[in-house]
T-cell receptor
Framework: SQTIHQWPATLVQPVGSPLSLECTVE??????LYWYRQAAGRGLQLLFY??????ISSEVPQNLSASRPQDRQFILSSKKLLLSDSGFYLC???????????FGDGTRLSIL | QKEVEQDPGPLSVPEGAIVSLNCTYS??????FMWYRQYSRKGPELLMY????GNKEDGRFTAQVDKSSKYISLFIRDSQPSDSATYLC??????????????FGKGTHLIIQP
């Protein structure tokens, strides 16, 4: 069966510091991978998605970037965090387009 | 227009009651529909996935899609305190395809009172 892992579960970072969140998927090959941010009262916002190694599409302009160095690894990064980057970050995967997405347990990021 | 609307609640019902959760959408290009359950501080968990109009049943859960009314529902029978969570509906645009075609409602917070 397929599983998705995200870490860390909780992170507290100062403004201006760098960020690296990692997500890995097991039990499937060449999945679509996604990064979302969930803010209270605002629902899930798609940040990035990837259909293959090195292929990244960005949905919104922001202070963040994503990379996919391996087939089942997806990384969310920032060089300098802003207060507005606080939130609940979720990684997800799907077999292909138009198929259900399956989520990890998220990282709660607080910026001080 | 690419929106799925949900009442945020909270919706509070007694244990054992039948729960009805609803979403509406305005764009007829939405073709694939999903319901997710999200517990506090956890990621969303897929409950139901359906494409066609009509009902789909899985245990105590029934998903209903009415494409003519652009209305999707999730029914929970014999509700349990463990069903207390936020329920998110989501839909893919048929013509859009791709990852950016998945649109989420903002979720309904459900409370089952013991």
């Amino acid at each position: 069966s397929q599983t998705i892992h995200q870490w860390p579960a909780t992170l507290v970072q100062p403004v201006g510091s760098p960020l690296s969140l990692e997500c890995t998927v097991e039990g499937t090959s060449n999945p679509n991978l996604y990064w979302y941010r969930q803010a209270a009262g605002r629902g899930l916002q798609l940040l990035f998605y990837s259909v293959g190694i090195g292929q990244i599409s960005s949905e919104v302009p922001q202070n963040l970037s994503a990379s996919r160095p391996q087939d089942r690894q997806f990384i969310l990064s920032s060089k300098k965090l802003l207060l507005s980057d606080s939130g609940f970050y979720l990684c997800a995967w799907s077999v292909r387009d138009n198929q259900p997405q399956h989520f990890g347990d998220g990282t709660r990021l607080s910026i001080l | 227009q690419k929106e799925v609307e949900q009442d945020p609640g909270p919706l509070s019902v007694p244990e054992g009651a039948i729960v009805s959760l609803n979403c509406t959408y305005s764009n007829s290009a939405f073709q694939y529909f999903m319901w997710y359950r999200q517990y506090s501080r956890k990621g969303p968990e897929l409950l139901m996935y359906t494409y066609s109009s009509g009902n789909k049943e899985d245990g105590r859960f029934t998903a209903q899609v009415d494409k003519s009314s652009k209305y999707i529902s999730l029914f929970i029978r014999d509700s349990q305190p463990s069903d207390s969570a936020t329920y998110l509906c989501a839909s893919y645009l048929f013509s859009g395809g791709g990852a950016d075609g998945l649109t989420f409602g903002k979720g309904t917070h459900l409370i089952i009172q013991p």
